[in-house]
């Protein structure tokens, strides 16, 4: 239903006005169809909160948990500060680690990293230590007793694994496909079955997206292009099937893109500090709704008055047509 001011702004100005040009009509019809698009437009926000970037969205926990237990007093903040050395060293150390715990994780949850395969009621266990020498992994039977010892390797280098076999000649190595590939035939390499590039790739994800502060975190959850892209389709649709005009659909969007943008905004923010999608999206919704109370008729009553400048213009200008002939 149309406000009081606007029935009183229309019985006002409807006396000026032919049946053929109506300007208070059509600008009731834009304000009735940005309060009607409202629910549309904050369930596209809220629909937007719950949506994340897929990088970060498939993020790996594990990588992640190596990137933080090998390298403490990493910053993401500071990423561009480091050397290329000292991101080297981070990159390969928690690369490291993080093979570790995806072999454990595989084997502990009855799955197969390359021909190793627990048997029922076997245990895979690291070793306490970062630095245990000889071993990375050891297969607990049963009973708790040692089954096997493993060394876990996620390395380029064919020279280091020769090396590690030169010292630990007993001990059977499991590491990557690229450096098992490159010792065909050797009995005590296994192959993992993962990539290098793989491991390289989730690590680097985990060091530019974790922990990355507030700023980070907001702009992760900030997806204004669902909303918009809807606003326009909406509004578009208006203007085809001859139910607005463009200058007036334009107009239509552009408060609901505001509307919209607010209210991402603030759930944005909300999710960033509370991590919870419901409590952003409850957050965004009450924006929207504060939003469209702020909102007075001043701009539409403005847009009245242009809209009268230019009737007024085009009777001078007939006038003096008339008068002309």
Same mark, same amino acid.
């Given at each position: 239903?149309?406000?009081?001011?606007?029935?009183?702004?229309?019985?006002?100005?409807?006396?000026?006005?032919?049946?053929?040009?109506?300007?208070?009509?059509?600008?009731?019809?834009?304000?009735?169809?940005?309060?009607?698009?409202?629910?549309?437009?904050?369930?596209?926000?809220?629909?937007?909160?719950?949506?994340?970037?897929?990088?970060?969205?498939?993020?790996?926990?594990?990588?992640?948990?190596?990137?933080?237990?090998?390298?403490?007093?990493?910053?993401?903040?500071?990423?561009?500060?480091?050397?290329?050395?000292?991101?080297?060293?981070?990159?390969?150390?928690?690369?490291?680690?993080?093979?570790?715990?995806?072999?454990?994780?595989?084997?502990?949850?009855?799955?197969?990293?390359? $021909?190793?395969?627990?048997? *029922?009621?076997?245990? @895979?266990?690291? !070793?306490?230590? &970062?630095?245990?020498? /000889?071993?990375? #992994?050891?297969?607990?039977?049963?009973?708790?007793?040692?089954?096997?010892?493993?060394?876990?390797?996620?390395?380029?280098?064919?020279?280091?694994?020769?090396?590690?076999?030169?010292?630990?000649?007993?001990?059977?190595?499991?590491?990557?496909?690229?450096?098992?590939?490159?010792?065909?035939?050797?009995?005590?390499?296994?192959?993992? $079955?993962?990539?290098?590039? *793989?491991?390289?790739? @989730?690590?680097? !994800?985990?060091? &530019?997206?974790?922990? /990355?502060?507030? #700023?980070?975190?907001?702009?992760?959850?900030?997806?204004?292009?669902?909303?918009?892209?809807?606003?326009?389709?909406?509004?578009?649709?208006?203007?085809?099937?001859?139910?607005?005009?463009?200058?007036?659909?334009?107009?239509?969007?552009?408060?609901?893109?505001?509307?919209?943008?607010?209210?991402?905004?603030?759930?944005?923010?909300?999710?960033?500090?509370?991590?919870?999608?419901?409590?952003?999206?409850?957050?965004?919704?009450?924006?929207?709704?504060?939003?469209?109370?702020?909102?007075?008729?001043?701009?539409?009553?403005?847009?009245?008055?242009?809209?009268?400048?230019?009737?007024?213009?085009?009777?001078?200008?007939?006038?003096?047509?008339?008068?002309?002939?």
């Amino acid at each position: 239903m149309a406000r009081p001011e606007f029935e009183t702004l229309r019985q006002r100005y409807s006396k000026l006005s032919s049946h053929a040009i109506d300007p208070m009509g059509d600008l009731l019809k834009r304000y009735q169809q940005y309060r009607n698009t409202r629910a549309l437009d904050l369930a596209a926000v809220a629909l937007a909160l719950g949506t994340q970037p897929q990088d970060i969205d498939t993020l790996d926990p594990l990588a992640v948990k190596a990137l933080q237990d090998t390298n403490p007093h990493f910053d993401p903040s500071a990423v561009g500060s480091y050397s290329d050395e000292q991101w080297m060293g981070i990159v390969n150390s928690a690369k490291g680690k993080y093979f570790e715990y995806l072999v454990v994780d595989e084997l502990n949850t009855g799955g197969t990293v390359g $021909d190793l395969t627990l048997p *029922d009621g076997y245990t @895979a266990h690291l !070793a306490t230590s &970062m630095t245990q020498p /000889g071993w990375d #992994l050891r297969i607990a039977d049963s009973n708790g007793q040692v089954a096997e010892l493993l060394q876990l390797k996620a390395t380029e280098s064919v020279a280091y694994l020769r090396d590690t076999l030169e010292r630990y000649p007993d001990i059977q190595i499991l590491t990557t496909d690229e450096v098992a590939n490159g010792l065909p035939g050797n009995q005590m390499v296994l192959s993992s $079955d993962m990539s290098e590039n *793989d491991l390289e790739h @989730a690590i680097n !994800a985990a060091a &530019m997206h974790s922990n /990355g502060g507030f #700023l980070d975190e907001f702009w992760n959850a900030f997806n204004p292009l669902m909303p918009l892209l809807l606003v326009v389709a909406t509004q578009g649709y208006q203007v085809v099937v001859n139910k607005q005009q463009v200058a007036g659909a334009m107009e239509v969007a552009k408060t609901r893109a505001a509307r919209s943008l607010v209210a991402g905004g603030v759930g944005a923010a909300l999710k960033a500090v509370s991590g919870s999608w419901l409590l952003s999206a409850l957050g965004a919704i009450t924006a929207g709704m504060f939003f469209d109370r702020s909102q007075n008729i001043d701009e539409l009553v403005n847009a009245l008055r242009a809209r009268n400048r230019l009737l007024a213009s085009r009777v001078r200008h007939y006038q003096t047509l008339s008068l002309q002939s």
